[in-house]
């Protein structure tokens, strides 16, 4: 078992920043890709972005590529999510996830741990 717990999510303005953390205990955090997902109200999940265990591949949605930057710090279990020059259509609530593989996938099945998520909203 892991748990997960996701921070820094809230309310900025259109063209600000963010960071999302996620604190991970448990089962072996830094053996295991991770990664972030989202969903916005009346939509489907979404894929963000995700890590290799060791942190040296990345890969992220076409939506938030360029903008999005995700890391982590296996000495703290910890992985982070820095959002610049949010949009409105960024708004939605951001869960931390972690694969059945130690590399990074876009396919949300590859990902069988959740956390509770944190809200971000963007103001236009």
């Known amino acids: 078992q892991v748990q997960l717990e996701e921070s820094g999510g809230g309310l900025v303005q259109a063209g600000g920043s963010l960071r999302l953390s996620c604190a991970a205990s448990?089962?072996?955090?830094?053996?295991?890709?991770t990664g972030w997902l989202r969903q916005a109200p009346g939509k489907g999940r979404e894929f963000v972005a995700a890590?290799?265990?060791?942190?040296?591949?990345?890969l992220y949605g076409d939506s938030v590529k360029g903008r999005f930057t995700i890391s982590r710090d296996n000495a703290k279990n910890t992985m982070y999510l820095q959002m610049n020059s949010l949009k409105p259509e960024d708004t939605a609530i951001y869960y931390c996830?972690?694969?059945?593989?130690?590399?990074?996938?876009?396919?949300?099945?590859?990902?069988?741990?959740w956390g509770q998520g944190t809200q971000v909203t963007v103001s236009s």
């Open positions: 448990g089962r072996t955090f830094s053996s295991y890709a």
């Open positions: 996830i972690v694969s059945k593989r130690i590399q990074p996938t876009t396919e949300l099945y590859d990902y069988n741990y």
């Open positions: 890590i290799s265990w060791s942190g040296s591949v990345t």
